[in-house]
């Protein structure tokens, strides 16, 4: 494919050595593609909110752009505004603000309830120094009480700061498409970056896809179950589904691809060699 596109991936902060070092290996295969920036999550309940930090810093010493999540769930506005300070001390521009997930068995707390109250006390602290991204659903939030409430409060969330968005993953390009001129209707103007899933293993995927409302398509869900253990097969099949996805969007003009890597980088790789043709 001719036509020159840029990248973005997102990590979770490893806790073991292992996983330390698979990490970096990670990064530095995926620095093949030049890589706008490395995202790297903040676990339910700020539960990785050391980890991530440490795993953001080291990115950076690295030479990438490094770009933490923040999520409002369970944290206090003295907590978010400690970690606004380390971030700005380490100059650090570019974040990912979440309402985040409530922590199994837990009741919601903190200060922040939904996301768009997280990204006002975030402009409210530090103005325009930080570049927001905020999360955005072409098939809608889980928790959205209908379609127009959920667009809605993503418009909520840009209207208090955010600067651009990245999407659930999705399967199904004409959600995405669907969505944006949704997005068009609502007077919402800025980017959204498509989230981009692979394929590793379907009970994985339907995990994930249940935990966040993303529809595993039948025809799709149907072919990966006949691989049954073997897995080789299944993410070679897996690749070509997601290349065409890329490729689809590719050609709608997205302004870039955001993946969502699980810390590995050979399968994705594969994706980005086939749709650049190389």
Not at 35 to 54: I, N, Q
Not at 76 to 96: G, M, P, S
Not at 133 to 147: D, F, I, N, R
Not at 202 to 228: D, M, T, V
């Amino acid at each position: 494919m001719a036509k020159k596109i840029s990248y973005s991936f997102e990590f979770f902060p490893p806790n073991t050595p292992e996983g330390i070092k698979n990490l970096a290996d990670t990064r530095q295969q995926l620095s093949a593609f030049k890589p706008e920036f490395y995202s790297v999550t903040f676990g339910a309940g700020g539960s990785t909110r050391d980890r991530t930090l440490e795993t953001v810093l080291e990115i950076k010493k690295e030479g990438f752009n490094a770009v933490p999540h923040i999520s409002g769930i369970s944290s206090t506005k003295a907590e978010i505004k400690t970690l606004l300070d380390q971030y700005r001390q380490n100059e650090i521009k570019h974040l990912v603000a979440l309402r985040g997930d409530v922590p199994q068995g837990e009741v919601p707390s903190g200060d922040f309830k939904h996301a768009n109250e997280l990204v006002s006390f975030i402009r409210q602290e530090t103005n325009d120094y930080f570049h927001i991204e905020v999360a955005a659903y072409p098939e809608y939030h889980p928790e959205a009480a209908s379609a127009q409430i959920d667009i809605q409060n993503f418009k909520n969330k840009v209207a208090a700061g955010a600067n651009s968005a990245i999407t659930q993953f999705f399967f199904n390009a004409d959600a995405y498409f669907r969505f944006m001129d949704e997005c068009l209707i609502a007077d919402i103007d800025v980017p959204i970056i498509p989230g981009v899933m692979p394929i590793y293993n379907i009970k994985q995927l339907a995990r994930f896809a249940s935990n966040c409302g993303a529809e595993i398509p039948r025809w799709l869900r149907i072919k990966l179950e006949s691989y049954g253990d073997d897995l080789p097969s299944l993410r070679s099949y897996g690749v070509d589904v997601i290349s065409e996805l890329c490729e689809t969007l590719i050609g709608w003009d997205v302004p870039s691809l955001h993946f969502y890597t699980l810390n590995q980088a050979g399968i994705i790789s594969r994706i980005i060699q086939n749709i650049e043709g190389t």
